[in-house]
């Protein structure tokens, strides 16, 4: 696929992605898959954001290390939890009532800065992600590395603060 076509695909995918989690936040959740039990997804969609964390770091340690194989088979097993994430992320926004935060004052401001800034860079790191990674699979090395410096801090940041935004919220749901 040539360069052209492939950015503009991944830039649909991500639109795609960005606006269907941007709809469940405007529907009514009415419950639209039955009677799905969806209490325990926060608790494991955190767990999921850890162990990316996990893997992100890992696979960079490996790649410092020039241990390729490794590295290859962490950042593919963690775009595999992300993708894990996202439905589950959906499922939960599409069956679960929103949880308002319940903390006042500079706590408050800090979870909404936490929060939006997670918002934010998750919309970003969608179409970073795959870019990164279809360079490194298509031994675009070059390439690969150049968005590869932007993705892994990004990609960490909101990894990170999907644990905290679920520490923190947690006490509410």
Not at 12 to 33: D, E, H, K, N, R
Not at 122 to 145: C, D, E, T, W
Not at 167 to 172: D, G, L, Q, R, T
Request: glycine share 6%; hydrophobic share 50%; aromatic share 16%.
């Amino acid at each position: 696929m040539k360069e052209k076509a492939l950015l503009l695909t991944i830039l649909i995918s991500s639109i795609l992605v960005f606006s269907l989690v941007a709809f469940l936040y405007l529907i009514p959740q009415t419950g639209v898959l039955g009677k799905l039990d969806v209490s325990n997804l926060p608790k494991f969609n955190a767990t999921l954001n850890a162990l990316c964390t996990f893997l992100l770091i890992t696979g960079y340690i490996f790649i410092r290390k020039k241990k390729f194989k490794e590295h290859k088979y962490c950042m593919i097993t963690t775009f595999m939890l992300s993708s894990v994430f996202l439905i589950s992320y959906v499922v939960y926004h599409a069956q679960a009532k929103p949880t308002h935060f319940g903390g006042e004052g500079l706590e408050k401001g800090i979870y909404f800065f936490i929060l939006i800034t997670h918002i934010i860079l998750a919309a970003f790191i969608l179409p970073m992600a795959i870019l990164s990674m279809l360079r490194g699979l298509n031994k675009q090395y070059v390439l690969h590395r150049k968005i590869a410096k932007w993705t892994l801090p990004v990609w960490l940041y909101v990894t990170i603060t999907g644990v905290v935004v679920y520490f923190m919220i947690s006490p509410y749901y």
